[in-house]
């Protein structure tokens, strides 16, 4: 059985090799449905990674008090006029609030950030309070977090990001020395861990962090301001109700108006991602089914064809003493060696493909898809293979051997 076997594949490799490139060609489909599914499954778990390292960075107990929702049906124009968020309505809420455990208000700007003739754009620098360390998830890697007495008395000290760090110190200690922000000088107390990028768009390694106080004197008139609470996770929608009814007590909203705020959290992103990963996925399972489909109708065609070519090869066999299932085993493993080297062909194309996609999101190809993949292929190669190789093996020997 197993020198049957050998003597199929050694049959159906020569005849493979025989004709390189309508092998190559007839196997293009079975290539593109690999090379889809394979990189639709790198790609979402790259944007997996991704997205649950920026769900952390929001928090999923943690509110956002904003002018501008994040997801929502208003228009960017329609909320641009709405009142700013008042930093003072923090004290308000960190008070009354049964929900929420810290309370930070934040404001930011953009600016540049220089140290000697190292210099750094588009830094976002946020204002806000000692609290706020108690709400982020990024941790002090180096030194320490402002205190709530430097926070008060709006001292000029600093917590930077690892790509300020990188940029303006390399190898150097950042700790105790000076950095410009703007036309200002500050004191760097301290340097958060490495964070990465949001959703894979901006880096949260850009970031300087200063005392709110200060923040507000010196770039008083520019940016936006917000307020970040976090509450009892267990209590998120209860925490919402309370803080809506609040908010809109302190910016007088009548009963009859609609807010003039948003109140963000993390829910709706993965609202939005589940619907991009579905799209992902059902572009990837259209185009894998699509391509092997036609892979397959084109490997049936070329198969009945290579039946046709070699009708007398095939009366020989017979005459020899070749039994239908030995031809049928012959063209079936001719047609599965077609589309296994699709699969194979695929997969290297998708493992170099993954390369590309890591530079954009941390991710690893997953070979546990690709290896189903590949047996799909060979499943494919059955498939089509079988009404050409019942063909070949139906073919009686002396017809077989008359025919030119």
Known sequence: ?????????????????????????????????ILAVTLMGTLISG????????????GKDVLYIRKFEWFGDKEWWEMRNRPNIKIKHADVIRDRSRYAKYVAPVSEWYT??????????????????DEYAMITTAEIEKGRFFSNSESRSGSRVAIIGKDIADNLFEKENSIGKKIRIGNYTFRVIGE???????????????????????????????GWTGINVKVDG???????????AMIRQLRHIRPTEEDNFALNRQDPFKEQYAMIKLAIGGTGFFITVLSLVVGGIGIANIMFVSVKERTREIGTRKALGATPKMILGQFLMESVTICLFGGLMGMGLAWGG???????????????????ALGLSVFVGIISGLAPSYKAAKLDPIDALRYE
Do not use: C
């Open 192 to 222: 958060t861990e490495k964070q990465g990028k949001f959703l894979g768009m901006f880096s949260l390694d850009k970031q300087i962090i200063i005392p709110i106080g200060t923040h507000q004197r010196l770039f008083t008139r520019r």
């Open 234 to 244: 267990t209590q998120m929608e209860n925490a919402s109700e309370e803080i809506t």
């Open 47 to 58: 944007l997996d990674r991704s997205f649950e390292k920026s769900m952390e960075f929001l």
């Open 354 to 372: 993954s390369f590309i996609i890591e530079q954009y999101f941390p991710s690893d190809m997953p070979f546990g898809l690709a290896f189903t």
């Open 1 to 33: 059985m197993f020198s049957l076997f050998l003597e199929n594949l050694r049959i159906s490799l020569s005849a493979v090799l025989a004709n390189k490139m309508r092998s190559l060609l007839t196997a293009l489909g079975v290539v593109i449905g």
């Open 112 to 129: 540049s950030v220089k140290r000697g003739e190292n210099d750094i754009g588009g830094v976002r620098v946020t204002g806000t309070t």
